[in-house]
């Protein structure tokens, strides 16, 4: 087993029989020594432990989420470009509404990846599908807010 990346948490107990992810507040540890794909590389072995794969799900989480924080503000800042023309025609701006939309993804993502969790009753690897989850519709989400044809 190896520990470079251990999860760690400003909380009480983490237990697995009430598992509530938004107690706990992920502390992002730098690794200077570590690039991402020395990091990837550690995760791409044979036979990992739970707490091992609990540091991949925690990993490839953050990583994703990272890339859609970054890209939102890029996103923002169209629609208010956008917003400008809109509201010289006399148009509603969509910004707010894409704020909102945000919200809710955000809200609708955390209930979808709960309810896959609590499906498995108390196991150790709710940790790892609540995460696993999370990255699966946040790297969704990213596609939909990056592709160019995502309505056709």
Known sequence: MFSFYRPQFLATQYTLTNFIIQKYIFIKLPFPEKTDSETQSRFKIDSLNTEDFWQYSHFYFEKANDILTNRVPLIYANLQKNDADLKSNGERPALSYFETAQQH???????????????????????????DCMTRITKNRLDELTRHDADE
Do not use: H, Q
């Open 105 to 131: 993804w955000k809200t609708v993502r955390d209930n979808e990846c709960y309810s896959d969790t609590y499906l498995l009753g108390p196991a150790s690897i709710r940790y790892m599908v609540f995460l």
